[in-house]
């Protein structure tokens, strides 16, 4: 157990449609990430947020958006969903910003299926 | 563009051997070099962290190596076991504005007994 949470841990749900992907960072944590992980693309880093600020953008979508919460909760928000983004979203957490050298420790995923 | 390779894309191996995975990559400069691994369906572990200006890096049966100068790195597994069924993925973090991390497609390793 990585000591990061996230929830639901499946999601099925129709094109069209909007969901939020929840992450509770480790204790003490103030960095969270958002990886997409799908079977055509393998992961991908979307985007880094620290102590409640976005710190990192990588291949997000405009569709997609996401922000961290005074208590250092994370949300991603996915809308307008299409069929291309079923995949298993992976919430991370780390002590300070990816640039250094701390260890990211990753929570067990939330699988969206997108019909 | 940046890009991280690994290779092979799959390998087998008996329970007990050794094995070593490479990893090239073009992403240059770069903040730190890192290898997970990922059980199917399960969120990464990190098996090591290296800096550009680090060698090697041990975690156990787990040694990454890193040459800056022909830009790869490899993971060496030591005395391979049934739990070391997994996928084996190099990560790369740019030195650049944005720290885009740059993900490897994996090594898929089984290990039979």
């Known amino acids: 157990d990585s000591g990061v949470t996230q929830t639901p841990k499946h999601l099925i749900t129709a094109t069209g449609q909007r969901v939020t992907l929840r992450c509770s960072p480790r204790s003490g944590d103030l960095s969270v990430y958002w990886y997409q992980q799908s079977l055509d693309q393998g992961l991908q880093f979307l985007i880094q947020y620290y102590n409640g600020e976005e710190r990192a953008k990588g291949n997000i979508l405009e569709r997609f958006s996401a922000q961290q919460f005074p208590d250092l909760h994370s949300e991603l928000n996915l809308s307008s969903l299409e069929l291309g983004d079923s995949a298993l979203y992976f919430c991370a957490s780390s002590v300070a910003t990816h640039d250094s050298t701390d260890t990211q420790y990753f929570g067990p995923g939330t699988r969206l299926t997108v019909l | 563009k940046n890009q991280v390779e690994q290779s092979p894309q799959s390998l087998i191996i008996l329970e007990g051997k050794n094995c070593t995975l490479q990893?090239?990559?073009?992403?240059?400069?770069?903040?730190?070099l890192r290898w997970y691994k990922q059980d199917t369906g399960r969120g990464p572990v990190s098996l090591t962290i290296m800096t550009f200006s680090e060698n090697t890096k041990s975690n156990g049966r787990y040694t990454a190596t890193l040459d800056a100068d022909t830009k790869q790195s490899s993971l060496h597994i030591t005395a391979s076991q049934l739990s070391d069924s997994a996928s084996y993925i190099c990560v790369v973090i740019p030195n650049t504005g944005g720290f885009k991390t740059i993900f490897g497609a994996g090594t898929r390793l089984f290990v039979k007994a």
């Open positions: 990893c090239n990559y073009t992403v240059s400069p770069f903040s730190n």
